[in-house]
């Protein structure tokens, strides 16, 4: 593994994600040709916060995060994380091996809480694993197990019982304590409250905001869902078609979209308080996202983007700062000055 010195990244920065590209090669009709998931992507996560990864499934929001988490080998690019000594690992090129102490530190709690968990096993084994995969013996796991199920509201006594006995939520929250087990310092959540009511989300939620209150813990929320994102994420990426359209800080975004997908996501929205609608332009977003092996050349969005001009199917936008965030826009200014306001 390749160590870096604390400096290679700013102190208050955990994750740094430099250039990510993720291809995939993909049989078509006419032979093989690339899929371009996921395409130069670069953002910083900061300790503490939760930074969200929003848009359309296809987006390749949840390759972003397998990349990061190192489920998938990358194409091109750079990973860096600041382990809990301090120090920077580049963790781009590790294989599985080289990875596994890291993996104590950065977890991932799943979408779909009833095939993530491993019907045969007991909360206790399905809880304990990680840590006795890292050598844990049986007592501190029994221990750790009945306090990590009353950390997220389960009571230590159900360790002997076997997931099926548990509803959506309460197995959402088993995969949260399996998530907690190694104290990890990143967490990522992959749609993780998106197949559960509403009530019961917003439970789950509450629950990971106190949790990462209580644990330092820090949070990359990827989800299609930007009604929950402006609650929970101190920051957001909107990618569309495997790059970023739109980074920046939450509040600043939603008051005020600068990408026309960002905006068209934010009109999708419902806001039931009448106090906080969002005036000025209102665009619905037409269309399907289109494959990534044949994406519209210039601006990916330009099919679908109501302020298109010819420049725009020609000319691939840089992403670039405008108004203290990140624009991938030809006419991010123009477009601003008319803008939405809260
Ligand atoms: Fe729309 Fe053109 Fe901006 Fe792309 S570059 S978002 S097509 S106005």
């Known amino acids: 593994?390749?160590?870096?010195?604390?400096?290679?990244?700013?102190?208050?920065?955990?994750?740094?994600?430099?250039?990510?590209?993720?291809?995939?090669?993909?049989?078509?009709?006419?032979?093989?040709?690339?899929?371009?998931?996921?395409?130069?992507?670069?953002?910083?996560?900061?300790?503490?916060?939760?930074f969200g990864l929003v848009g359309e499934s296809g987006s390749g929001k949840s390759t972003v995060a397998r990349l990061m988490l190192r489920a998938y080998r990358l194409t091109a690019g750079r990973v860096l994380f600041r382990l809990s000594d301090g120090t920077v690992a580049d963790i781009s090129a590790l294989d599985d091996r080289a990875m596994r102490p890291i993996r104590r530190e950065m977890q991932m709690i799943f979408q779909d809480p009833y095939s993530s968990l491993n019907p045969r096993m007991t909360l206790r084994d399905l809880i304990g694993e990680p840590m006795s995969v890292h050598g844990a013996t049986r007592a501190e796991i029994d221990a750790r197990v009945a306090e990590l199920l009353a950390c997220v509201g389960l009571r230590p006594e159900y360790a002997g019982r076997y997931p099926h006995a548990f509803s959506g939520g309460q197995r959402q929250r088993i995969g949260i304590a399996r998530a907690l087990a190694l104290s990890p310092a990143l967490i990522a959540a992959d749609e993780a409250v998106s197949a559960l009511d509403v009530s019961v989300a917003a439970q789950n939620i509450n629950l990971l905001q106190d949790l990462q209150e209580q644990f330092d813990l820090t949070y990359l929320f990827i989800t299609h869902d930007l009604g929950m994102v402006e609650h929970i994420s101190n920051r957001i990426a909107v990618m569309y078609l495997g790059r970023i359209v739109e980074l920046g800080e939450t509040e600043e975004i939603f008051a005020r979209p600068m990408h026309p997908y960002t905006e068209a996501l934010l009109g999708a929205v419902p806001q039931p308080d009448p106090r906080k609608r969002r005036s000025g332009r209102r665009q619905v977003l037409k269309g399907e996202v289109p494959s990534a092996v044949n994406p519209p050349s210039g601006c990916a969005f330009h099919p679908r983007c109501p302020y298109a001009t010819e420049r725009c199917a020609a000319e691939l936008p840089a992403l670039r700062e405008v108004g203290g965030r990140q624009v991938r826009c030809h006419f991010a200014e123009e477009l601003a000055l008319q803008g939405v306001e809260a």
């Open 1 to 50: 593994m390749s160590v870096l010195p604390a400096e290679a990244m700013p102190a208050e920065v955990l994750v740094r994600v430099e250039g990510l590209s993720k291809h995939f090669g993909v049989k078509t009709g006419s032979g093989q040709a690339l899929l371009r998931a996921v395409d130069d992507v670069s953002f910083d996560i900061r300790k503490g916060e939760t």
